[in-house]
């Protein structure tokens, strides 16, 4: 988290305002096709998982060989959409500065590349996760910290053009870091080793399970990617800098969550594989409370003093970006819930219903958003009808899962909502008066970081817990001191 914020600042610095907003439109543009390759990699996890939960090794090769046809064929249709599609959005829609169109084109190539490298890799990544080696993106994650840190020094005294560098240094990267997942994969696990097998039936049923999972994706694209290029449309490449500071903040908090969520995962879908409903129910709870309680805490601080990191972190800090980043942080919140509500729907292989309606719901965003922009409002309004309909459809997800899994609705809202709701109220006391009460300064701000830990931390523990999860964390806590304390 500390070396994105880190690199983010020297990147923004290096490049500009100008070119930093051209680099994450641009970026973006290629990213807008990316939900069709989304859906396919939600199939590709779910598949892979259900097989190694049912011990079927040749079912399991099966599903890696034909995931991987199909996402060759998935890179090869981005290549295609790119080159056209994108290209002329880029030189007839965007608001470019005429004499960084040459550099935009480059960034534009880079992203086609890098897009493609990552799409062929989706297969062994979800290898990795299904396998539960969680270990492997940790000892990755460090390589990718050290070649940050490479990347920056490198854009800092580069003579050449920094845009087009650092869109080249980024592909680098990216090549490399997929290289090594795919070598792990190929050493550990053999149904990784791509095999030539035609299974029509089987490719068919990975493509409709995608296919209705593309609703969901194609409205976490729009709005993510959708919403950036309306803000460029309306208001210029300096509100998607704005945007992609608030994105970084953001990506680096979730960063965590996304993580332990990753972990959890493959074990929803394999309980549900050997039919233990009651104990996918519990795993459910678990995620969505821990989850929660994980990204409150790293949360919660950052709401509150948005502006002081922000300028501390920062040189220049874009206009906009403190509402962003507040509005964005809270929506993370709401949609940290819903993951495994979605996990469990995909565990189950019945999407279609699910799909179609919630992603007709989301599909939403876009429209209500521009409608917002054209009556003249603010830019931060598409924030507010991004929360404002992921809150919806948060209620919905929960009644078209409850006749696939067997779950009540009311003992969803008995084991989350009421206890996250009730730490949030009561975590906020006591920051909230130190923030109110207090100058704004240095010691302000260390201040209200302590006390939110605190706060969120005792309340979440006490409240926020069965008593049975009391007993886990303190039984993890004390191994993990004497794990460090007693070697």
Same mark, same amino acid.
């Given at each position: 988290?500390l070396?994105?914020?880190?690199?983010?600042?020297?990147?923004?610095?290096?490049?500009?305002?100008?070119d930093?907003?051209?680099?994450?439109?641009?970026?973006?543009?290629?990213?807008?096709?990316?939900?069709?390759?989304?859906?396919m990699?939600?199939?590709?996890?779910?598949y892979?998982?259900? *097989?190694?939960?049912?011990?079927?090794?040749?079912?399991?090769?099966?599903?890696?060989?034909?995931?991987?046809?199909?996402?060759?064929?998935?890179?090869?249709?981005?290549?295609?959409?790119?080159?056209?599609?994108?290209?002329?959005?880029?030189?007839?829609?965007?608001?470019?500065?005429?004499?960084?169109?040459?550099?935009?084109?480059?960034?534009?190539?880079?992203?086609?590349?890098?897009?493609?490298?990552?799409?062929?890799?989706?297969?062994?990544?979800?290898?990795?996760?299904?396998?539960? %080696?969680?270990?492997?993106?940790?000892?990755?994650?460090?390589?990718?910290?050290?070649?940050? #840190?490479?990347?920056?020094?490198?854009?800092?005294?580069?003579p050449?053009?920094?845009?087009?560098?650092?869109?080249?240094?980024?592909?680098?990267?990216?090549?490399?870091?997929r #290289?090594?997942?795919?070598?792990?994969?190929?050493?550990?696990?053999?149904?990784?080793?791509?095999?030539?097998?035609?299974?029509?039936?089987?490719? %068919?049923?990975?493509?409709?399970?995608?296919?209705?999972?593309?609703?969901?994706?194609?409205?976490?694209?729009l709005?993510?990617?959708?919403?950036?290029?309306?803000?460029?449309?309306?208001?210029?490449?300096?509100?998607?800098?704005?945007? *992609?500071?608030?994105?970084?903040?953001?990506? *680096?908090?979730?960063?965590?969550?996304?993580?332990?969520?990753?972990?959890l995962?493959?074990?929803?879908?394999?309980?549900?594989?050997? =039919?233990?409903?009651?104990?996918?129910?519990?795993?459910m709870?678990?995620?969505?409370?821990?989850?929660?309680?994980?990204?409150?805490?790293?949360?919660?601080?950052?709401?509150?003093?948005?502006?002081?990191?922000?300028?501390?972190?920062?040189?220049?800090?874009?206009?906009?970006?403190?509402?962003? !980043?507040?509005i964005?942080?809270?929506?993370?919140?709401?949609?940290t819930?819903?993951?495994p509500?979605?996990?469990?729907?995909?565990?189950?292989?019945?999407?279609?219903?699910?799909?179609?309606?919630?992603?007709?719901?989301?599909?939403?965003?876009?429209?209500?958003?521009?409608?917002?922009? %054209?009556?003249g409002?603010?830019?931060?309004?598409? #924030?507010?009808?991004?929360?404002?309909?992921?809150?919806?459809?948060?209620?919905?997800?929960?009644? !078209?899962?409850?006749?696939?899994?067997?779950?009540?609705?009311?003992?969803?809202?008995?084991?989350?909502?009421?206890?996250?709701? #009730?730490?949030?109220?009561?975590?906020?006391?006591?920051?909230?008066?130190i923030?109110?009460?207090?100058?704004?300064?240095? *010691?302000?701000?260390?201040?209200?970081?302590?006390?939110?830990?605190?706060s969120?931390?005792?309340?979440?523990?006490?409240? =926020?817990?069965? %008593?049975?999860?009391?007993?886990?964390?303190?039984?993890?806590?004390?191994?993990?001191?004497?794990k460090?304390?007693?070697?």
């Amino acid at each position: 988290m500390l070396v994105t914020l880190y690199t983010s600042r020297v990147v923004l610095n290096t490049l500009g305002v100008t070119d930093y907003g051209v680099y994450n439109v641009v970026g973006g543009v290629v990213a807008m096709f990316g939900f069709i390759n989304g859906s396919m990699s939600s199939a590709t996890q779910r598949y892979i998982t259900f *097989a190694l939960g049912k011990g079927d090794m040749k079912r399991l090769q099966t599903v890696f060989s034909t995931s991987l046809q199909i996402h060759f064929l998935i890179a090869a249709l981005i290549v295609v959409l790119g080159e056209t599609v994108g290209l002329w959005f880029m030189y007839t829609q965007m608001q470019i500065p005429a004499d960084r169109m040459d550099a935009a084109f480059w960034v534009l190539q880079c992203s086609i590349v890098s897009t493609v490298v990552m799409i062929v890799s989706v297969p062994y990544n979800a290898d990795i996760i299904a396998h539960e %080696k969680m270990s492997v993106f940790a000892y990755i994650s460090i390589l990718e910290a050290v070649l940050k #840190f490479a990347i920056v020094y490198a854009l800092v005294i580069s003579p050449f053009d920094k845009l087009i560098f650092y869109a080249f240094l980024i592909l680098a990267v990216q090549l490399l870091i997929r #290289f090594c997942y795919n070598h792990y994969c190929n050493r550990h696990f053999e149904e990784s080793k791509y095999r030539h097998v035609w299974d029509k039936s089987f490719f %068919k049923e990975m493509t409709s399970f995608a296919g209705w999972s593309m609703f969901g994706n194609l409205a976490g694209v729009l709005f993510g990617q959708g919403l950036n290029m309306l803000l460029n449309v309306f208001f210029g490449p300096v509100v998607n800098a704005a945007r *992609a500071v608030a994105v970084q903040v953001q990506s *680096a908090i979730q960063q965590f969550i996304g993580n332990f969520q990753m972990a959890l995962n493959p074990q929803i879908t394999k309980t549900y594989a050997k =039919g233990e409903m009651e104990d996918m129910h519990k795993l459910m709870f678990r995620s969505a409370r821990f989850s929660f309680y994980l990204l409150f805490f790293l949360s919660l601080p950052v709401l509150f003093e948005t502006n002081f990191i922000l300028t501390v972190w920062l040189k220049t800090v874009p206009d906009n970006t403190v509402v962003f !980043l507040r509005i964005m942080i809270c929506t993370s919140l709401i949609y940290t819930l819903s993951n495994p509500l979605m996990v469990a729907n995909q565990a189950t292989g019945k999407v279609r219903k699910y799909q179609a309606i919630c992603g007709s719901i989301l599909l939403m965003i876009l429209p209500v958003s521009y409608v917002c922009l %054209k009556l003249g409002c603010p830019a931060y309004s598409v #924030f507010l009808v991004h929360f404002a309909v992921e809150s919806i459809t948060q209620l919905v997800r929960m009644v !078209l899962l409850r006749p696939l899994i067997g779950i009540r609705i009311v003992d969803y809202i008995k084991n989350i909502y009421t206890r996250v709701l #009730f730490v949030v109220v009561l975590s906020v006391i006591a920051p909230f008066i130190i923030y109110d009460n207090m100058d704004d300064t240095v *010691a302000r701000f260390f201040v209200v970081c302590l006390i939110c830990m605190l706060s969120v931390g005792t309340v979440a523990y006490t409240i =926020g817990l069965s %008593k049975n999860e009391r007993t886990f964390v303190r039984s993890k806590v004390v191994a993990f001191t004497n794990k460090i304390f007693h070697k």
